[in-house]
């Protein structure tokens, strides 16, 4: 990335400035000034064009772009108390997921399924995450509660594989959380507490 000559606007000073990041379309750009100084530059652009951006690269499965674009939508977010939303509650399918190291082997067997789901009640405090293989279903249920605006606390209490009335426990249990990043209607963005990332779509016409 090239070196910019910057000159302050109010005194004879100059320096220069370092960009050591820019993403394919310029709207996240991330530079260094000559006395060390970070910035962290986003160009300002509609959420639905950043929400077009979005879905185009998880189909071209662009995990750069996919970043680069959450970053954005980081802060653009349309809801200013997500974690306390009634938008929370609802049934939403998994569209992508970065998964942390650490992370659960359930967790990481379960994003990497076509037909991942978590439903959430807010109201009554429960969450299931729900993995449809078909005629069987890896359902695991916990309890939430927010902890502030942006974070909401998860118990897993149980999980099981359940075919028809059969279910044999898997002994899932844990504690962990979600930070909000993004939430609007149809569309949410999640970190967890190891650090993998969501994204999700509402999807309230699924049967489960």
């Given at each position: 990335?090239?070196?910019?000559?910057?000159?302050?606007?109010?005194?004879?000073?100059?320096?220069?400035?370092?960009?050591?990041?820019?993403?394919?379309?310029?709207?996240?750009?991330?530079?260094?000034?000559?006395?060390?100084?970070?910035?962290?530059?986003?160009?300002?652009?509609?959420?639905?064009?950043?929400?077009?951006?979005?879905?185009?690269?998880?189909?071209?499965?662009?995990?750069?772009?996919?970043?680069?674009?959450?970053?954005?939508?980081?802060?653009?977010?349309?809801?200013?108390?997500?974690?306390?939303?009634?938008?929370?509650s609802g049934t939403w399918r998994l569209l992508w997921s970065q998964q942390a190291e650490d992370a659960?082997?359930?967790?990481?067997?379960?994003?990497?399924?076509?037909?991942?789901?978590?439903?959430?009640?807010?109201?009554?405090?429960?969450?299931?995450?729900?993995?449809?293989?078909?005629?069987?279903?890896?359902?695991?249920?916990?309890?939430?509660?927010?902890?502030?605006?942006?974070?909401?606390?998860?118990?897993?209490?149980?999980?099981?594989?359940?075919?028809?009335?059969?279910?044999?426990?898997?002994?899932?249990?844990?504690?962990?959380?979600?930070?909000?990043?993004?939430?609007?209607?149809?569309?949410?963005?999640?970190?967890?507490?190891?650090?993998?990332?969501?994204?999700?779509?509402?999807?309230?016409?699924?049967?489960?």
């Amino acid at each position: 990335m090239p070196s910019l000559p910057a000159t302050c606007l109010c005194c004879p000073l100059q320096g220069w400035i370092d960009i050591t990041y820019m993403n394919e379309d310029a709207t996240l750009r991330i530079a260094r000034g000559n006395k060390g100084t970070l910035f962290v530059l986003a160009k300002d652009l509609p959420v639905e064009d950043l929400k077009g951006q979005l879905m185009a690269a998880i189909e071209q499965q662009d995990n750069t772009k996919i970043l680069s674009t959450i970053a954005l939508m980081e802060q653009s977010n349309p809801t200013p108390r997500p974690a306390k939303s009634r938008l929370v509650s609802g049934t939403w399918r998994l569209l992508w997921s970065q998964q942390a190291e650490d992370a659960s082997p359930l967790q990481k067997w379960g994003s990497s399924q076509s037909r991942n789901y978590q439903v959430i009640d807010a109201k009554a405090g429960t969450l299931e995450n729900v993995v449809d293989l078909g005629v069987t279903k890896v359902r695991a249920q916990a309890t939430c509660k927010a902890l502030s605006d942006v974070r909401t606390d998860v118990t897993i209490s149980g999980a099981g594989l359940v075919t028809g009335p059969v279910r044999v426990p898997l002994g899932v249990q844990g504690t962990g959380y979600v930070d909000w990043l993004y939430l609007d209607e149809g569309l949410r963005i999640t970190r967890g507490s190891k650090g993998s990332l969501f994204v999700h779509m509402k999807d309230n016409d699924v049967k489960l």
